[in-house]
C-alpha cells in the first residue's frame, strides 16, 4: 500500500463512548452489489486503499451486501497492516433464505451473524456493528442486550442502529449506549429532520451518520437520468424511492452539469457534497471501474 500523504478529511468522535473516526466515510456496498454487477476485485482494493491514503478511515460494508461478498473483499483490502489504519463499520439484520427476505434480530441470529462476519472480514473485532433493519417481532431491548454481551466479549467495540424510528433509538438507548445511527439525508430524502435528527442532537449524545450517494458524468441528460441510472433497481421495495428519485433528481444533475469544469465543489456550494454528509457513499453507480476521491472539499 502508498505511503499516506497528509492528511486533510477531519476526524470526528462518535457518540459518547469514544468512538473517532473520519468525517467523510467510504461506503462498500456498490462494489459488490445494488449498482450493476460487481466491479472488478483489484480495482476496488485499490480504491479502499487510495481512500485511506487519503484520510477516509471509516469503511462501512454489511452481510448482506453480496450476500456476505463485500465483507469478503474487505476483508481483502484489510490485509498488509490496514486494519489497524481504519474504523471498521458492518451490518446484520438482513437475510434470505429460500429466496425470501427476512429481517431477524432474535439474540441467536445476531451472535450467528457477528461471529459470520469477522469470519469473512478476517478480523477479531468489528469496530461498530449496525443492527441494519429493525426485527419488529422481536423488543430492541433483546436485541441490543445481545449486542451488549458482544461488547462485553470484545468481539464489537461500539453499536450502531440503521434505519431505526426516533423511539426505536431511544430505548436502545437505555440497554446500552449507542454510538451512531445510519439514515440517509439527503436533498431529496428529509424525513429524519423531523424527529431522528433531534432525538440524536439534543437527548442522546449519540452521532447520526448520514449515507448519500455521489453521482457525477456531465453526459447524463435530464431526460435519459433512468436509464442511464436506474437507482436501486434490484429490489422492488424500493420502486417508490426510484419514482421520487426520477422526479426530482433531474434538477439536481442540471445544477452539476453547469458546474465550470475544473472548479471544486465546495461544502458551502453544493450542501449534498459536505454540509449535510458524514458518511458519503462512493458507489460506482454509473458504470465507473475507477473512482477518483477528491480531499479538496475540506481545504478551506
Given at each position: 500500500m502508498a505511503t499516506a500523504p497528509v492528511t486533510v478529511?477531519?476526524?470526528?468522535?462518535?457518540?459518547?463512548?469514544?468512538?473517532?473516526?473520519?468525517?467523510?466515510?467510504?461506503?462498500c456496498m456498490g462494489m459488490s452489489a445494488f449498482y450493476g454487477p460487481p466491479k472488478p476485485e483489484h480495482d476496488m482494493v485499490a480504491l479502499i486503499h487510495h481512500a485511506v491514503a487519503a484520510g477516509v478511515t471509516l469503511l462501512d460494508s454489511s452481510d448482506i451486501y453480496g450476500p456476505h461478498t463485500n465483507e469478503i473483499l474487505l476483508g481483502k483490502a484489510l490485509l498488509g497492516g490496514v486494519r489497524e489504519r481504519v474504523e471498521l463499520a458492518t451490518k446484520f439484520g438482513i437475510s434470505f433464505a429460500d429466496g425470501k427476505r427476512e429481517v431477524r434480530g432474535d439474540p441467536a441470529y445476531v451472535r450467528?451473524?457477528?461471529?459470520?462476519?469477522?469470519?469473512?472480514?478476517?478480523?477479531?473485532?468489528?469496530?461498530?456493528?449496525?443492527?441494519?433493519?429493525?426485527?419488529?417481532?422481536?423488543?430492541?431491548?433483546?436485541?441490543?442486550?445481545?449486542?451488549?454481551?458482544?461488547?462485553?466479549?470484545?468481539?464489537?467495540?461500539?453499536?450502531?442502529?440503521?434505519?431505526?424510528?426516533?423511539?426505536?433509538?431511544?430505548?436502545?438507548?437505555?440497554?446500552?449506549?449507542?454510538?451512531a445511527v445510519q439514515m440517509e439525508w439527503s436533498l431529496w430524502s428529509r424525513d429524519v429532520e423531523e424527529d431522528i435528527i433531534p432525538t440524536?442532537?439534543?437527548?442522546?449524545?449519540?452521532?447520526?451518520?448520514?449515507?448519500?450517494?455521489?453521482?457525477?458524468?456531465?453526459?447524463?441528460?435530464?431526460?435519459?437520468?433512468?436509464?442511464?441510472?436506474?437507482?436501486?433497481?434490484?429490489?422492488?421495495?424500493?420502486?417508490?424511492?426510484?419514482?421520487?428519485?426520477?422526479?426530482?433528481?433531474?434538477?439536481?444533475?442540471?445544477?452539476?452539469?453547469?458546474?465550470?469544469?475544473?472548479?471544486?465543489?465546495?461544502?458551502?456550494?453544493?450542501?449534498?457534497?459536505?454540509?449535510?454528509?458524514?458518511?458519503?457513499?462512493?458507489?460506482?453507480?454509473?458504470?465507473?471501474q475507477k473512482l477518483k476521491i477528491s480531499t479538496k472539499m475540506w481545504e478551506h
Open positions: 478529511v477531519p476526524r470526528l468522535k462518535l457518540g459518547s463512548q469514544g468512538m473517532e473516526v473520519s468525517a467523510q466515510g467510504l461506503g450467528a451473524a457477528c461471529e459470520g462476519s469477522l469470519e469473512r472480514l478476517g478480523v477479531s473485532c468489528i469496530d461498530l456493528y449496525y443492527q441494519h433493519r429493525v426485527d419488529t417481532r422481536v423488543p430492541i431491548e433483546v436485541t441490543v442486550g445481545e449486542l451488549k454481551k458482544l461488547v462485553e466479549e470484545g468481539k464489537i467495540k461500539y453499536i450502531g442502529l440503521s434505519e431505526a424510528s426516533a423511539s426505536t433509538i431511544r430505548r436502545a438507548h437505555a440497554v446500552h449506549p449507542i454510538t440524536c442532537r439534543e437527548n442522546l449524545e449519540l452521532e447520526l451518520l448520514l449515507t448519500a450517494h455521489l453521482v457525477e458524468d456531465s453526459s447524463l441528460k435530464e431526460q435519459n437520468w433512468l436509464t442511464h441510472y436506474q437507482t436501486r433497481t434490484s429490489a422492488r421495495i424500493y420502486l417508490d424511492f426510484n419514482q421520487r428519485v426520477s422526479r426530482r433528481m433531474p434538477r439536481y444533475l442540471s445544477v452539476l452539469m453547469r458546474w465550470p469544469q475544473g472548479k471544486d465543489a465546495h461544502h458551502h456550494n453544493l450542501p449534498w457534497l459536505g454540509f449535510t454528509i458524514r458518511e458519503a457513499m462512493f458507489a460506482p453507480s454509473l458504470g465507473q
